[in-house]
């Protein structure tokens, strides 16, 4: 007999239906071969399913069993076609049998077996869940109950959350029956992210920190440049503190991507709070990029939609520095393997930290700096032009006197707290967010405009189109750098709720044009 | 044990020839053998040639004897027919029979499988 399971494959993203067939012969030489493209982890679904099956204290039928996973040019990865073909080789050797209202067409099948029958943790449920909710009406999905939750926020849809494979065939029979997960609310999972350092706690640097609560407030780009030891790493890690809670239609987008690459921990349902990704300098291209024969998100990706820091930026291989120009420019990366193509979303704010030379003093106001010039020279050029252009707040974190950091007198200096941040940056988003909100792509802060929308959306007083045209002149700006300059005026008014841009505001944001 | 599972086998290959024959087999040959290999049994099912690999178990508390055929098992018997055939083309095919046996030698179950490949 011949039964027909649905299933899905996750390329990159994408979901495509895949139909898991299963035929159990009445007669020839018994034996279990699965067909279809199945790579070696699919291929040993054979070992799994069979012993599942034993040790669930049912019969594995000694016959010819065939699986077929179609469309069959499409490779098929990963160890989640274990329960649809558990289910088919069960429902085709007749040991179970399906109530009379029960629709095989709207029920998908996806997880991982474990040989004693118990359902493992499988990546992509939540794709699962929103294929499922597009092309069913009321489907239901069968998903091991580790990852169950993460299909919990998608509506339209039953989640059925399994233990085992006994305990789904009991429910099949009719004889304990499983409730459907009860949906859970996108909002009511977002959560502050954990805070290393408060804005409070960082002496001086009040540039730094205003510049740290722009580019927050507008998503945009920001290089700290200073000798070691004045508190850029110190700044990032407070930046998670100020940054906006992901919205519903965010928090979507960045689960979709935690879920494919198997980054959520089990029972979770939702990417709570804004990634902030911090890779160590010694990290490979596809690590950076992504890939692999079936290509997997790598950080540029991970942190979509939040922060991505890198320390030290100039430690980096130059390679890796510049394959960043693609994602920053276009907000996604296009990633190429023999196997085929996949595309995934790497719209992230970067913060950068570098020192001025190899030894870290140049300019300093007490110590030597211990460097030649072609070391100088050399150092600077691991950076190049058109990342520098795409950065575009800059700002010098100098050598803090010793007097600021003195416990005594530190009140006073410290204006700012990061929660008093955070309601500033929250109050501009939403001011970006109106703005943006007949736009169809995922537009949502003004970092993401392209030149076009800075037009229609960036009102300048003419004082302020006077200012710039002035500091053009003078500083020869690329034409990138100049709608960069209006984008980054744009959100220092959203800061102060400033319908328009005042010259006061294009002043401000000349401060952190580019200085190296 | 070595020596009491050749016992074991020689008791399964006699079952099979008698089902075989009931079945309306004339039998050729049994044990078909050069240093390369050896066929079972070699019989004629009408005009067909049928080559028979029989495969014994006894209890099945180390399988089925079906999972002990595999790709290379059969190949063996292909390249024994081969042999046979001395590079006459007539019509002919692998069958498989499978014998289960009780630890006192009792026939458990007898399959014969027909027109086996992998």
Same mark, same amino acid.
Request: aromatic fraction near 8%; proline fraction near 5%.
């Given at each position: 007999m011949l039964v027909k399971i649905r299933s899905i494959a996750n390329i990159g993203l994408e979901t495509v239906p895949v139909d898991v067939e299963v035929d159990v012969a009445s007669a020839g030489f018994p034996g279990f071969t699965i067909v279809g493209l199945a790579s070696k982890a699919v291929e040993e679904a054979r070992e799994r399913v069979k012993t599942a099956i034993i040790n669930s204290k049912l019969d594995f039928p000694p016959r010819?069993?065939? !699986?077929?996973? %179609?469309?069959?040019?499409? &490779?098929?990865?990963? %160890?989640?076609?274990?329960?649809?073909?558990? +289910?088919? !080789?069960? #429902?085709?050797?007749?040991q179970l049998t399906l109530p009379p209202d029960f629709d095989l067409t709207k029920s998908f099948f996806y997880g991982e077996l474990s040989l004693d029958g118990a359902l493992r943790p499988t990546k992509g449920i939540l794709l699962l869940g929103l294929f499922a909710q597009k092309f069913t009406r009321g489907g239901t999905i069968f998903v091991p109950k580790p990852s169950a939750r993460e299909a919990s926020v998608v509506s339209g849809i039953k989640v059925i959350a399994l233990d085992s494979l006994s305990q789904l065939v009991n429910h099949l029979l009719s004889k304990e029956k499983i409730l459907p997960l009860t949906p859970s609310r996108v909002e009511e999972n977002l959560e502050d992210a954990p805070v290393e350092? =408060?804005?409070?706690?960082? %002496?001086? $640097?009040? $540039?730094?920190k205003r510049a740290l609560i722009i580019a927050a407030a507008g998503g945009h780009n920001l290089l700290m440049w200073g000798?070691?030891?004045?508190?850029? *790493?110190?700044?990032?890690?407070?930046?998670?503190?100020?940054?906006p809670p992901l919205t519903h239609l965010e928090a979507l987008e960045v689960t979709r991507i935690y879920s494919v690459s198997g980054m959520l921990s089990p029972g979770q349902a939702l990417k709570f709070f804004r990634p902030f990704r911090s890779p160590h300098h010694g990290i490979s291209n596809a690590g950076m990029i992504g890939g692999g024969s079936n290509p997997?998100?790598?950080? +540029?990706?991970?942190?979509? #939609?939040? !922060?991505?820091? #890198?320390?030290e930026m100039p430690e980096f291989t130059r390679s890796i520095i510049e394959s960043l120009r693609q994602p920053m420019e276009d907000g996604t990366v296009e990633i190429v393997r023999a196997a085929g193509h996949v595309k995934y979303p790497a719209s992230f704010t970067l913060i950068a930290a570098i020192n001025p030379c &190899?030894?870290?003093y140049l300019n300093h106001p007490k110590r030597e700096c211990k460097c030649s010039e072609k070391q100088i020279i050399k150092y600077r050029h691991r950076i190049s032009g058109p990342i520098l252009d795409r950065i575009d707040l800059f700002v010098a974190v100098s050598a803090i006197d010793a007097e600021k950091l003195s416990v005594t007198t530190h009140t006073g200096a410290n204006r700012i707290s990061s929660k008093e941040a955070k309601l500033e940056v929250i109050k501009a988003r939403q001011i970006q967010t109106r703005r943006f909100k007949a736009e169809?792509?995922?537009?949502?802060?003004?970092? $993401?405009?392209?030149?076009?929308? !800075?037009?229609?959306?960036?009102? #300048? *007083?003419?004082?302020?189109?006077?200012?710039?045209?002035?500091?053009? =002149?003078?500083?020869?700006?690329?034409?990138r750098s100049y709608f960069r300059l209006i984008k980054v005026a744009r959100t220092i008014a959203d800061l102060g709720s400033d319908e328009q841009v005042l010259p006061v505001h294009m002043a401000e944001a000349l401060q952190y044009r580019q200085i190296i | 044990m070595k020596f009491r599972n050749r016992e074991t086998g020689r008791l399964a290959e006699n079952l099979a020839i008698e089902a075989l024959k009931n079945k309306g087999?004339?039998?050729?040959?049994?044990?078909?053998?050069?240093?390369?290999?050896?066929?079972?049994?070699? /019989?004629?099912?009408?005009?067909?040639?049928?080559?028979?690999?029989?495969? /014994?178990?006894?209890?099945?508390?180390?399988?089925s004897p079906e999972e002990m055929i595999n790709h290379q098992k059969l190949k063996r018997v292909q390249n024994m027919a081969a042999v046979y055939m001395k590079g006459q083309l007539k019509p002919c095919r692998i069958d498989v029979v499978a014998v289960v046996l009780s630890p006192s030698d009792d026939l458990l179950r007898l399959t014969h499988y027909e027109n086996v490949f992998f």
């Open positions: 010819k069993i065939t !699986v077929n996973l %179609a469309p069959a040019d499409l &490779p098929k990865d990963g %160890a989640a076609y274990d329960l649809p073909i558990a +289910v088919g !080789v069960l #429902l085709a050797s007749g350092f =408060d804005l409070m706690e960082i %002496a001086g $640097q009040e $540039q730094a000798p070691p030891g004045t508190g850029k *790493t110190m700044l990032s890690r407070a930046l998670p503190g100020i940054l997997m998100p790598g950080e +540029v990706s991970l942190a979509h #939609l939040g !922060v991505l820091f #890198l320390d &190899p030894c870290g169809t792509r995922s537009l949502y802060t003004n970092s $993401q405009m392209r030149n076009n929308d !800075v037009k229609k959306y960036c009102f #300048l *007083t003419a004082e302020a189109e006077n200012i710039l045209k002035l500091a053009a =002149d003078r500083f020869d700006f690329s034409a | 087999y004339s039998i050729l040959e049994s044990n078909f053998s050069n240093r390369f290999g050896e066929i079972d049994i070699i /019989a004629r099912d009408k005009d067909i040639l049928v080559f028979v690999e029989v495969k /014994a178990k006894k209890g099945t508390d180390f399988g």
